[in-house]
């Protein structure tokens, strides 16, 4: 036994001359190595994504109804200016600093673009070429262009029930193509075009936020985005549109006093504040709602067709997000 010991110990002294100190500890300790975690879905995220989807959904008629009354680029940048001011106002109201770190200025600009101005001004004008329930269906593939650009950029390795809540989503909006009848004709083309370019650019600032988060609270960082995207859109249209606003129906001032405060003062405030919070897949996933709440207010509020094919979406979308909170 002793010279057993005595052979033991003139190993240990060798490997312990030939490995760094602590390495010998590392290979005969029989602990496993601690796997990474995974991204945890955060209930308060998944309610703030749940308000981001209810007024996003329900302004898509609203502002289909107000382009008849407004220009797109002077409705959406205008109305994108006042809702920035009046976030910046809640800031202060509420003590909270409007500061932007000299620093993160550059890493800002580039959401706010990506976030805001392509967004706010290609989907305003698609609305020129297309019917809003086909344009709202084309930019909230956003999901899917996220999806797929989070795994390589951020390391979201796709899951599989991740993957089905994808495909039950994307089924959902092929459902509401199916009832509508999209038709790429040439007439159409410039606004399937915008609506696309519009949504893989979302998807793009989507993922970056997650990679350099701005770390801002949620009510500057969505007054800062809001009106730095806002702001050239704003004044693209007062320079290249004619807009009457004496013309304007008191329904229609309405309307763009509730588009204010539901698109820019609650849903870009709980949609900034839910990515923080959620996987940046997830969030995409969880947009989906969107355009099958836009379908079925558009149903409800305009006359459009509300059939088999939007019951259809609502239920392959629901389920979806569903299963994208569970992955």
């Known amino acids: 036994m002793s010279e057993g ?11 312990a001359a030939r490995f760094p100190a602590g390495a010998l500890n ?14 945890r879905i955060s209930p308060a995220g998944l309610l703030l994504l749940a308000i981001t989807a209810v007024g996003w959904g329900f302004n898509w008629p609203v502002t289909k109804y107000l382009i008849g009354e407004l220009p797109p680029l002077t409705l959406r940048g205008v109305s ?3 809702g920035a001011l009046l976030l910046a106002a809640m800031a202060l109201a509420s003590r909270q600093s409007l500061h932007v770190p000299r620093e993160m200025w550059g890493r800002l600009v580039l959401a706010a673009i990506l976030n805001v101005t392509g967004w706010m001004a290609l ?18 593939t956003m999901a899917v262009w996220a999806s797929l650009l989070a795994w390589p950029l951020l390391g979201e390795r796709p899951t599989l029930l991740r993957t ?3 495909v039950m989503t994307f089924a959902g909006l092929i459902s509401i193509m199916g009832g509508n009848g999209i038709a790429a004709s040439e007439a159409k083309l410039p606004g399937i075009v915008m609506a696309l370019v519009g949504s893989i650019g979302f998807a793009v600032g989507t ?16 007054a800062w985005q809001v009106g730095l995207g806002c702001l050239p859109v704003a004044i693209a249209g007062l320079c290249f549109e004619s807009a009457h606003w004496d013309a304007v129906t008191p329904l229609g001032w309405g309307l763009l006093v509730y588009s204010i405060v539901s698109q820019f003062c609650i849903a870009y405030v709980t949609w900034f504040a839910a990515l923080a919070r959620l996987p940046a897949s997830v969030a995409a996933i969880g947009t989906m709602a969107v355009p099958v709440i836009g379908v079925v207010t ?30």
Do not use: C, N
């Open 5 to 15: 010991w005595w052979r033991w110990g003139r190993i240990r002294a060798r490997l």
């Open 26 to 39: 590392a290979m005969t300790d029989s602990k496993p190595v601690p796997a990474t975690p995974r991204a």
């Open 80 to 82: 994108g200016v006042v």
């Open 123 to 140: 989907m305003g004008l698609t609305l020129l070429w297309l019917p809003a329930s086909e344009a709202v269906l084309i930019a909230y």
């Open 164 to 166: 089905l809540a994808l």
């Open 207 to 222: 993922v970056l936020s997650k990679r350099r988060p701005l770390h801002l609270a949620p009510i500057p960082g969505a």
């Open 298 to 327: 558009s149903a409800l509020a305009l006359g459009e067709p509300f059939g088999a094919g939007q019951i259809a979406a609502l239920i392959f979308t629901l389920a979806g997000v569903a299963l994208a909170t569970k992955s």
